[in-house]
Each structure stands twice: as structure tokens, then as C-alpha cells.
């Protein structure tokens, strides 16, 4: 989709950026259809069978974004979020826009590297410090990766391992 940030070029995006300043407008529009598309996919899965509990969501940049702003509306109980080099979109729209919080005990990880020149270290741990106000702070992790710029790296992939591993154990076919 055309980017506003991009010089209005095509590129893969979940929705406009304006701007990567704390100020800069938001894509409201663009941000819930993103999520509401998001949330008919865990939808889909669940009428497959997976229960939603079993449904970690993740991204990295705008899908990590996506995926918090997801997590904290979305009606489904789920799993996880794994947030890597993101921020919480809409973030003045909460905690009034957060569902019926049957996410506010969800794990979360989220990384970030501190050498980000687009999304900045400081956002990151500003969103980190706001997820603490909207789900159980105890479940929040944050892990700041040295020398990382906007990418990620094998240190911070252990880390996503790890964190799934704890979160969807094996389930006991007895």
C-alpha cells in the first residue's frame, strides 16, 4: 500500500505511517481495519480448532504494533504477544479502548534494539512502560538488545524461542 512516510511509494504495510515521531498523526482507519483483519484470522483458527489460548500473536515494526493494539482489543483470551522494535499504536485511546481485558494477564516480550534510528529505543521502552498500566506488569518483559539498529538478531530469536516454549507447552495427548 502507498506509505505517507514513503514518499506515498507502495510497500508492505499493515496501514499508513505519517510520521515516527510520538506526535505524528495516526492511521486510526488503517489500524483497526489492520486489527479487525487480524482478528478474523484467530477467528478462523479457532473454527479450526486451535483453542485461542494457543494463539501467540507477534510481528516485528508495524505487525509488533498491530499485534499489541490486537491483543489489548481483541474479545478472544490469548496466549501471548511477542512485540519486536514496535509501539503501541492509539496509545491514548487507552485503557478506554482495551476490550473486557480478557487479556490483562497476557504474557508479553517485548525486544528491542538499542540502536533503532526508526523506531527509537525510548518509544519502545515508553510503550513497554505503558503495556505495565494495561495488563498485569508482572507479565511484561522487556529486553533491550545492545548495538541492534531497526533488525533483529540470533540473541533476540533464543529469546522469542524461549518465550513460545513457555507459553504453548507441549499439550498431553494421555
Known amino acids: 500500500m502507498p506509505v505517507s512516510l514513503n514518499m506515498r511509494m507502495s510497500m508492505p504495510s499493515w496501514f499508513d505511517i505519517h510520521g515516527l515521531s510520538p506526535d505524528a498523526e495516526e492511521d486510526e482507519g488503517g489500524i483497526k481495519r489492520a486489527s479487525e483483519n487480524i482478528k478474523a484470522l484467530i477467528d478462523q483458527e479457532v473454527k479450526n480448532g486451535i483453542p485461542s489460548d494457543r494463539i501467540i500473536l507477534g510481528g516485528f515494526s508495524q505487525g509488533g504494533a498491530l499485534s499489541l493494539y490486537t491483543a489489548l482489543t481483541t474479545q ?3 496466549a501471548g504477544v511477542v512485540a519486536l522494535s514496535c509501539w503501541l499504536p492509539l496509545r491514548n485511546s487507552f485503557p478506554q479502548a482495551s476490550a473486557i481485558n480478557v487479556n490483562k494477564d ?12 526508526l523506531v527509537p529505543f525510548m518509544f519502545g521502552h515508553q510503550t513497554a512502560e505503558k503495556m505495565k498500566t494495561l495488563i498485569n506488569p508482572a507479565n511484561v518483559t522487556f529486553k533491550s538488545y545492545r548495538g541492534l539498529p531497526h533488525s533483529a538478531c540470533p540473541e533476540e530469536m533464543v529469546d522469542v524461542k524461549r518465550f513460545i516454549e513457555k507459553q504453548l507447552p507441549p499439550i498431553s495427548t494421555e
Open 76 to 78: 478472544q483470551k490469548l
Open 106 to 117: 497476557i504474557a508479553l516480550l517485548q525486544c528491542h534494539g538499542d540502536c533503532d534510528p
